[in-house]
T-cell receptor
Framework: DSGVTQTPKHLITATGQRVTLRCSPRSGDLSVYWYQQSLDQGLQFLIQYYNGEERAKGNILERFSAQQFPDLHSELNLSSLELGDSALYFC?????????????FGPGTRLTVT | QQQVKQSPQSLIVQKGGIPIINCAYENTAFDYFPWYQQFPGKGPALLIAIRPDVSEKKEGRFTISFNKSAKQFSLHIMDSQPGDSATYFCAASGSEETSGSRLTFGEGTQLTVNP
């Protein structure tokens, strides 16, 4: 158990819908990263937040957005869902903002868009 | 320049064998190289990590070898067990502001250890 929690574990929704994925980092960690894992793209970085502020952006679609709240939990919002958005979504956390430190991953949310 | 190339895609060994997974990177700003193990339906779990100031790091049955001049690093699993059957990912990140702190992952290697 990494100490990172994610909800829900599974999510099935229809195209065009909007969903929210939730992540709680390890106790004391200020930085949250979101990654997408799909069969064709592998593990891809989406976005990072540090202490409530957006820190870095990766290959995140404009239909996707995220935020980190004062209690440090983070939410990833996916809207106008397409079939290709079906994937595993992971969050990871670290104590610091910069790289070079261990990132601990949550169990993931499996999103299925039908 | 952000890519990390991993090979082989899949690997089958007998129990007790020493599977070796290789990764190569391009971005010289990378200075942190972790390996993750992932079981089906689970999140990636950090196994071991190395920084470029050392050429080898060992933790239990897992060893990372690092070749800075070749920009390559590899994972060796000693005395492999059927329970080691999983997908292994190498990754890299930089600590400097300009290179970003995100992890760039290799494509993954599906390891099967036969009893």
């Amino acid at each position: 158990d990494s100490g990172v929690t994610q909800t829900p574990k599974h999510l099935i929704t229809a195209t065009g819908q909007r969903v929210t994925l939730r992540c709680s980092p390890r106790s004391g960690d200020l930085s949250v990263y979101w990654y997408q894992q799909s069969l064709d793209q592998g593990l891809q970085f989406l976005i990072q937040y540090y202490n409530g502020e957006e820190r870095a952006k990766g290959n995140i679609l404009e239909r996707f957005s995220a935020q980190q709240f004062p209690d440090l939990h983070s939410e990833l919002n996916l809207s106008s869902l397409e079939l290709g958005d079906s994937a595993l979504y992971f969050c990871a956390s670290t104590p610091q903002a910069q790289g070079g430190y261990e990132q601990y991953f949550g169990p993931g949310t499996r999103l299925t868009v039908t | 320049q952000q890519q990390v190339k991993q090979s082989p895609q899949s690997l089958i060994v007998q129990k007790g064998g020493i599977p070796i997974i290789n990764c190569a990177y391009e971005n010289t700003a990378f200075d942190y190289f972790p390996w993750y193990q992932q079981f089906p339906g689970k999140g990636p779990a950090l196994l071991i990590a190395i920084r470029p100031d050392v050429s080898e790091k060992k933790e239990g049955r897992f060893t990372i070898s690092f070749n800075k001049s070749a920009k390559q690093f590899s994972l060796h699993i000693m005395d492999s067990q059927p329970g080691d059957s999983a997908t292994y990912f190498c990754a890299a990140s930089g600590s400097e502001e300009t290179s970003g702190s995100r992890l760039t992952f290799g494509e993954g290697t599906q390891l099967t250890v036969n009893p």
